[in-house]
């Protein structure tokens, strides 16, 4: 039945002068489906950490504290103003290496876990631009009434402005998020299994570059439509009375 259907495939590309041949090869079908298994676990990692990561800088940002605040600041202003790419080198062949030296060989963060650790970062730190701006968008009065009911600095950030402040910044979170998504394809720099660098083996032995950049191209398309429809339920559950409208 799937042969068929694989056959089907081909046979409905060809006459359009594309070659998908190669999905009946079962090893390079297997390799391009565990690329895309790859890819979608890189994302179901990012997105949580990212998310994690943001909302520490902007406590930190946001704390009071200058010896806090003033560090994090200008790691803020190298990440945004780096290419991922360079950070993701410099993790791996820098930090990795460093890590691995003092470790006396064995190293347990994997090229895996070093891309979901500086995309993560790198998208973090615009989380947390975009957290301060909804954590300083909080009114006023809104703060002074949370003083009043003697809530301490953290339960004024924990229980008043987090949860404000994710409504307000809502909307350029989810943006950040679909730009993660498609930022997961420089795993491919460091030699992770994703579905560009499955893509690039392939393509390395067949001529057929155009018809994986399709399908590379379509399924970055779904991930990020997924997330962008996620993000508009959530605006639309998480919608406060006379804000938006």
Same mark, same amino acid.
């Given at each position: 039945?799937?042969?068929?259907?694989?056959?089907?495939?081909?046979?409905?590309?060809?006459?359009?002068?594309?070659?998908?041949?190669?999905?009946?090869?079962?090893?390079?079908?297997?390799?391009?489906?565990?690329?895309?298994?790859?890819?979608?676990?890189?994302?179901?990692?990012? %997105?949580? #950490?990212? &998310?994690?990561? *943001? @909302?520490?800088? /902007?406590? $930190? !940002?946001?704390? +009071?504290?200058p010896w806090l605040a003033r560090p994090l600041q200008a790691f803020?202003?190298?990440?945004?103003?780096?290419?991922?790419?360079?950070?993701?080198?410099?993790?791996?062949?820098?930090?990795?290496?460093?890590?691995?030296?003092?470790?006396?060989?064995?190293?347990?963060?994997?090229?895996?876990?070093?891309?979901? %650790?500086? #995309?993560? &970062?790198?998208? *973090? @730190?615009?989380? /947390?631009? $975009? !957290?301060?701006? +909804?954590?300083?968008?909080?009114?006023?009065?809104?703060?002074?009434?949370?003083?009043?009911?003697?809530?301490?600095?953290?339960?004024?950030?924990?229980?008043?402005?987090?949860?404000?402040?994710?409504?307000?910044?809502?909307?350029?979170?989810?943006?950040?998020?679909?730009?993660?998504?498609?930022?997961?394809?420089?795993?491919?720099?460091?030699?992770?299994?994703? @579905?560009?660098?499955?893509?690039?083996?392939?393509?390395?032995?067949?001529?057929?570059?155009?018809?994986?950049?399709?399908?590379?191209?379509?399924?970055?398309?779904?991930?990020?439509?997924?997330?962008?429809?996620?993000?508009?339920?959530?605006?639309?559950?998480?919608?406060?009375?006379?804000?938006?409208?």
């Amino acid at each position: 039945m799937i042969e068929s259907v694989l056959q089907a495939w081909v046979g409905f590309f060809k006459p359009l002068g594309l070659n998908y041949s190669f999905v009946q090869d079962p090893a390079e079908l297997s390799a391009f489906g565990h690329g895309l298994w790859v890819t979608l676990q890189l994302c179901a990692w990012t %997105i949580p #950490v990212s &998310l994690l990561f *943001g @909302v520490l800088i /902007a406590a $930190a !940002l946001t704390s +009071g504290r200058p010896w806090l605040a003033r560090p994090l600041q200008a790691f803020v202003e190298v990440t945004r103003n780096t290419p991922t790419l360079v950070q993701l080198y410099c993790a791996f062949l820098v930090l990795n290496m460093l890590i691995t030296q003092k470790l006396g060989g064995g190293n347990p963060i994997t090229p895996f876990a070093w891309v979901v %650790i500086v #995309v993560a &970062l790198h998208k *973090g @730190v615009f989380h /947390a631009e $975009a !957290l301060r701006a +909804g954590i300083e968008a909080v009114p006023s009065v809104t703060m002074e009434a949370a003083r009043s009911l003697a809530f301490s600095r953290r339960q004024i950030l924990t229980q008043v402005q987090l949860p404000l402040a994710v409504r307000f910044a809502l909307p350029a979170l989810v943006n950040n998020l679909v730009d993660l998504v498609k930022m997961t394809a420089i795993a491919s720099a460091i030699a992770v299994g994703d @579905v560009t660098y499955e893509s690039i083996m392939i393509w390395s032995h067949r001529d057929n570059v155009l018809e994986l950049l399709l399908l590379i191209l379509l399924y970055f398309g779904l991930l990020t439509w997924l997330v962008s429809v996620a993000g508009r339920w959530l605006e639309d559950r998480l919608r406060m009375p006379g804000y938006g409208q």
